[in-house]
């Protein structure tokens, strides 16, 4: 093989080594915002084939090092460092650095904005498909409202009853609760409709506590529950991918919130 075939595989195989570096880089940065955070704005199928891309560049990388180091071994035995007639470029490494650290911001901002997309994306979707249900469904709610109110045991049955027809109307509907109020020693607390076990010999039923979490629910349930009047208020958190939509109804004889609330493991971004 020619000194200058040598050389030129020496250098495509360093620019090659550098551009594998900077992606495998990259690769990583991804990996620690999307894991540190534990966020992921990627589908499913493109999550898949960026960890199997991930891992082939570490392959890929493996064989450009061993060439690049065979080929400068080979050209240092077979010529002098004076006859090859290497100059050095200035201004290269600072050029691979600002190349890096914005495509670095990019990826950055691709994957929080995707991941804000993603989930205003998923919660339009089940928003969308929960007030068609209830709209539809009106009926069903004011019994709702009017079972709670008797507060008689075997009525709660019925009440399941409906919350799993609401719940079971669309396949991309999430979970649903049923929250109501009571009293426990005269202070206001939050009941949630659950699974209906009722010992009809004994005639009791226990209800379920239905616990708020401080500065996200708590204050909204206490306002609507007191008689206040509240909007839909919907949320979503940044890590974990948790979804909630609180829908108030206020019905001719009682009032309740229906809760809707999700896990989404993977975005909007890909395929």
């Known amino acids: ?86 100059e050095a470029h200035r201004g290269v490494l600072r050029k691979w650095s600002a190349a890096f650290i914005v495509v670095a911001v990019a990826v950055v901002g691709l994957i929080f904005a995707g991941t804000y997309l993603s989930k205003e994306k998923f919660l339009g979707v089940v928003r969308g498909q929960a007030d068609e249900v209830l709209g539809k469904n009106r009926d069903l709610l004011e019994e709702i409202s009017r079972l709670l109110a008797s507060g008689k045991a075997e009525d709660y049955k019925r009440i399941n009853e409906i919350r799993n ?26 009941y949630r409709a659950d699974y209906y076990d009722w010992n009809q010999k004994s005639g009791v039923y226990t209800p379920t506590y239905f616990q708020c979490t401080q500065n996200m629910d708590c204050e909204y349930l206490s306002k609507f529950f007191s008689g206040g009047n509240v909007d839909i208020f919907q949320k979503y958190t940044v890590r974990e991918d948790q979804f909630y ?26 395929s």
């Open 165 to 190: 027809f609401l719940q079971n109307q669309r396949s991309g509907l999430p979970q649903l609760t049923l929250i109501y109020s009571g009293q426990f020693e005269g202070k206001l607390a939050f």
């Open 1 to 86: 093989m020619q000194l200058e075939t040598k050389a030129q595989i020496a250098k495509a195989t360093l620019s090659l080594l550098a551009v594998v570096a900077s992606l495998f880089l990259l690769g990583v940065l991804v990996f620690v915002l999307c894991a540190g955070l534990e966020i992921n704005p990627f589908k499913e199928t493109t999550s898949s084939f960026l960890v199997a891309a991930f891992v082939g560049l570490i392959g890929v990388a493996a064989v450009v090092v061993l060439l690049n180091v065979a080929t400068n071994l080979s050209l240092i035995a077979d010529a002098r460092i004076a006859e090859m007639k290497i």
């Open 245 to 270: 939509i609180y829908i108030p109804f206020v019905g001719k004889e009682a009032r309740f919130v229906l809760l809707f609330d999700r896990r989404n493991s993977y975005g909007k971004i890909g």
